[in-house]
T-cell receptor, first 111, second 113 residues
Framework: QKEVEQDPGPLSVPEGAIVSLNCTYS??????FMWYRQYSRKGPELLMY????GNKEDGRFTAQVDKSSKYISLFIRDSQPSDSATYLC???????????FGKGTTLSVSS | NAGVTQTPKFRILKIGQSMTLQCTQD?????MYWYRQDPGMGLKLIYY???????DKGEVPNGYNVSRSTTEDFPLRLELAAPSQTSVYFC????????????FGPGTRLTVT
């Protein structure tokens, strides 16, 4: 079993839809959970992060972590064409130096 | 601040050739990383460095070498290029070991034929 699993999609939705992106993981030592957004032919940029369990909201974006299920989610409300990108989950443990990335989910929002 | 810069943007190599991918950051970050990204495969860590003079292997180090003589620069060397090294290479940096945010460069697209 890979440390981090993420459905690569692609995922296509109409403008205004609610989008749910998910990752599962196997290492119970992971404490930091991140979502990076990568536009086509660009480097990834940090979108949101969460420490341990719980929810975090930033505008139209909500990140959730359920450590008991080893499952993290990113919700996008009122999706916009500008949200079209690849979303990569990433995580690491308390002492870790490197991040472990999921494969990324490609999202396309049509107007 | 330019952030993390990478050169070249694109390169085509013949099998067996060698090259160095350059990475420079101007944020005085101690931690630097090299990743490769293949289609649908996410980011895989090649090498990383926790400071000048200190490097360590990541998940996929075979066929690559690195050095870190200054805080700013972290070049990646490909020796004897192979088609399996066709990929997009990203350099990243972060300020502390506790940081969750890595700053990425724009990437180098490498094709080996």
């Amino acid at each position: 079993q890979k440390e981090v699993e993420q459905d690569p999609g692609p995922l296509s939705v109409p403008e205004g839809a609610i989008v749910s992106l998910n990752c599962t993981y196997s290492n119970s030592a992971f404490q930091y959970f991140m979502w990076y957004r990568q536009y086509s032919r660009k480097g990834p940029e940090l979108l949101m992060y969460t420490y341990s369990s719980g929810n975090k909201e930033d505008g139209r974006f909500t990140a959730q972590v359920d450590k008991s299920s080893k499952y993290i989610s990113l919700f996008i409300r009122d999706s916009q064409p500008s949200d079209s990108a690849t979303y990569l989950c990433a995580m690491r443990n308390q002492a870790g130096t490197a991040l472990i990335f999921g494969k990324g989910t490609t999202l396309s929002v049509s107007s | 601040n330019a952030g993390v810069t990478q050169t070249p943007k694109f390169r085509i190599l013949k099998i067996g050739q060698s090259m160095t991918l350059q990475c420079t950051q101007d944020m005085n970050h101690n931690y630097m990383y090299w990743y490769r990204q293949d289609p649908g495969m996410g980011l895989k860590l090649i090498y990383y460095s926790v400071g000048a003079g200190i490097t360590d292997k990541g998940e996929v180090p075979n066929g690559y070498n690195v050095s870190r003589s200054t805080t700013e620069d972290f070049p990646l060397r490909l020796e004897l290029a192979a088609p399996s090294q066709t990929s997009v290479y990203f350099c990243a940096s972060t300020g502390t070991s506790g940081s969750y945010e890595q700053y990425f460069g724009p990437g180098t697209r490498l094709t080996v034929t």
